[in-house]
Nanobody, 122 residues
Framework: QVQLAESGGGLVQAGGSLRLSCAAS????????MGWFRQAPGKEREFVAA????????YYADSVKGRFTISRDNAKNTMYLQMNSLKPDDTAVYYC???????????????WGQGTQVTVSS
């Protein structure tokens, strides 16, 4: 069983950076694909980025490609999302998730964190 907890959200000006972390408890962290999703008010939860469990292959939504970087450290049971060149449209609650995939679909994840708020001011 894996439990997830996000941290690192906050308020930042447009063009700034934030680094989100997702700490996982449980011995099987390295067995799961990990992903980041976000949900803005009045909108559906959307895929942001994902990383496979062993080959560390990464996937990104077109809206964040080139600005966000996903990474994981299985030894520390932690996943990260480095967010650069932030835009007001990036404002949302960001969730980390673990599962077997498909990587771009929230239905492919069955373990979720509580979320962390990211607010980008213009």
């Amino acid at each position: 069983q894996v439990q997830l907890a996000e941290s690192g959200g906050g308020l930042v000006q447009a063009g700034g950076s934030l680094r989100l972390s997702c700490a996982a408890s449980g011995r099987t962290f390295s067995s799961y694909a990990m992903g980041w999703f976000r949900q803005a008010p009045g909108k559906e939860r959307e895929f942001v980025a994902a990383i496979t469990w062993s080959t560390y292959i990464t996937y990104y939504a077109d809206s964040v490609k080139g600005r966000f970087t996903i990474s994981r450290d299985n030894a520390k049971n932690t996943m990260y999302l480095q967010m650069n060149s932030l835009k007001p449209d990036d404002t949302a609650v960001y969730y980390c998730a673990a599962g077997d995939g498909p990587y771009r679909n929230y239905a492919g994840y069955d373990k979720w964190g509580q979320g962390t708020q990211v607010t980008v001011s213009s």
